[in-house]
């Protein structure tokens, strides 16, 4: 393999620049010719596509966002979209392609691969809504974004003995809002995989009152939904003031953390050197410490579940 290319899709994730640097960066060092996509599968089927050298990502690891920029492209889901696509890709002499976004991205890669390019799946979306790897790139940097927001609320919830309820990104996926609301020590934590009732939130609300609590902070996932439906029936059962934050895409912003930075950059390294071996089909992940890769068919057949254990520490924890 001579040349490959690296495009960014979907929602965007800090880190992802991160990434993108370590693909360039390891395919360089390899003696591969790096192409830089630009706009997700938009600017595959448009030939938005140029050379990228070591230079090109010089400053970038620090940043949040995509140089590359990102975008969905509906036009990619169809047979004849995927088929533009793999004809600029001959034209532009690419062998492999690295696919820097979530599950609906990985899709893409599969119909690239299935049309026989080489394609390698990096996850980088702050839902963490993958099931085959620990952690995806930028969701260590949402759950601080949210925490650095719950730390806020926090203070002015307790001036004001109000409870606080935060909304926060993921629409299928809980894990946001369990991790920033066990770090946060949110009270009451409401994810789409498990029901909730209201009574119980505002039983633990009352318990907590009555313990002498001056706040009550409530993290709930989006796709939870009816915050504001919460909110007016916590206020109507307790009688206590009730706030409504939607921290929206603040989430997907800000300059990616340590642990992102590390991450992207061992994940977007292990996809070259995949394509180098000439093993195509594939996305990259993280278990326990250790970077794995997996077949791509596999990993996206796999279902995600919220971590019941941190769940049930995190209700035992904030009593
Ligand atoms: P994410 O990658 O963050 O999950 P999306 O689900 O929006 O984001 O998917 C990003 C893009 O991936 C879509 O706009 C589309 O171009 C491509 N894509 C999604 N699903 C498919 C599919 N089934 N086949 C081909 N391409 C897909």
Do not use: W
């Not at 969905?72 to 062998?95: D, L, P």
């Not at 409530?218 to 796709?223: L, M």
Request: hydrophobic fraction near 40%; charge should be negative.
């Amino acid at each position: 393999m001579n040349t490959i290319g690296v495009l960014t899709s979907g929602g965007d994730a800090p880190g992802m620049n991160a990434a993108i640097r370590a693909v360039v960066r390891m395919g360089r060092n390899l003696g591969l010719k790096v192409m830089g996509i630009r706009r997700g599968y938009n600017g595959l089927i448009n030939g938005e596509i140029s050379e990228m050298d070591r230079s090109s990502v010089a400053d970038i690891i620090q940043r949040g966002g995509t140089i590359l920029h990102t975008a969905r492209c509906e036009e990619f889901k169809t047979e004849e979209g995927v088929n533009k696509a793999v004809n600029i890709i001959k034209v532009f002499g690419i062998e492999g392609l690295v696919v820097i976004g979530g599950d609906g991205s990985f899709m893409g890669a599969r119909a690239l691969c299935e049309k026989g390019l080489p394609s390698v799946g990096v996850p980088g979306t702050i839902d963490n809504d993958l099931a085959y790897t620990d952690y995806t790139i930028g969701f260590d940097t949402a759950i601080n974004t949210v925490l650095d927001a719950i730390n806020k609320l926090r203070d002015t919830s307790t001036s004001h003995e109000r409870v606080s309820i935060v909304e926060v990104m993921g629409r299928h996926c809980g894990d946001l809002a369990l991790y920033a609301g066990i770090a946060g020590g949110g009270e009451s934590i409401i994810v789409p995989e498990v029901e909730f009732n209201v009574d119980d939130v505002c039983k633990t609300i009352l318990e907590g009152k009555l313990r002498g609590k001056h706040h009550n902070i409530i993290i709930i996932a989006e796709g939870v939904g009816h915050a504001n439906e919460l909110s007016s029936a916590i206020k109507n059962i307790t009688g206590l003031d009730t706030r409504v934050t939607i921290l929206g895409h603040i989430q997907r912003g800000g300059s990616p953390t340590a642990f992102d930075r590390i991450l992207a950059s061992r994940l977007g390294a292990r996809a070259v050197e995949l394509l180098y071996d000439e093993k195509g089909s594939r996305v990259v992940g993280v278990k326990g410490n250790d970077v794995i890769d997996a077949d791509i068919n596999e990993a996206l057949k796999m279902k995600k579940d919220i971590d019941h254990d941190l769940l049930k520490l995190a209700r035992v924890l904030s009593k």
